[in-house]
């Protein structure tokens, strides 16, 4: 039941972002819901790469999968619920338990075969390098030399 409420929300987020236009939604189309829970993410880009920072505290590396097809970044896994006790009235929980599934876009200047990725204290960092000769030229924006007329 779950999956299909997930895709509901997948639906009418996309038919939202075609009416108000995708700046309109919180995740502006390059990282997608798909299930479960989503552990929160940081990517930056530098010249060299681009690194991905996922917060997925009490989830086992033995527990997480990520796969880059393309110039598409899974990051998969899953957090186990701990038996609590019967004698415990909960007021309120909100720690989140079971699989999650995170798919963000990256730059088509990244190298699929140079991907490292590491864990440490509930935040795993996922490094992607770029191919040579693909690096980020920014571009000068200068400003126009002639009078732009305005209506009125």
């Known amino acids: 039941m779950f ?29 997608n819901r798909t299930e ?17 920072r996922a917060e997925v505290p009490g989830v086992l590396a ?6 880059v097809t393309g110039t598409t970044l899974n990051i998969t896994g899953k957090k186990e619920e701990k038996e609590e006790t019967e004698q415990e009235d909960f007021y309120r929980c909100e720690r989140r338990f079971g699989a999650f599934r995170r798919v963000i ?6 190298d699929a075969d140079r991907v490292n990725a590491e864990t440490e ?26 009078r732009i007329p305005v209506p009125g």
């Open 105 to 110: 876009e990256l730059p088509e200047s990244i």
């Open 121 to 146: 204290n509930g935040v795993v960092i996922i490094r992607i390098a770029k191919k040579p000769g693909q690096r980020t030229r920014r571009i000068e924006i200068k400003p126009t030399s002639r």
């Open 3 to 31: 999956d299909e409420l997930t895709r509901s929300r997948d639906d009418f987020d996309r038919m939202f972002g075609k009416f108000f236009g995708a700046s309109m939604l919180p995740t502006d189309g390059r990282f």
């Open 62 to 67: 033995r527990d997480l999968e990520i796969t």
């Open 36 to 52: 479960g829970w989503l552990p929160p993410v940081d990517v930056s880009e530098t010249d060299d790469g681009v690194m991905i």
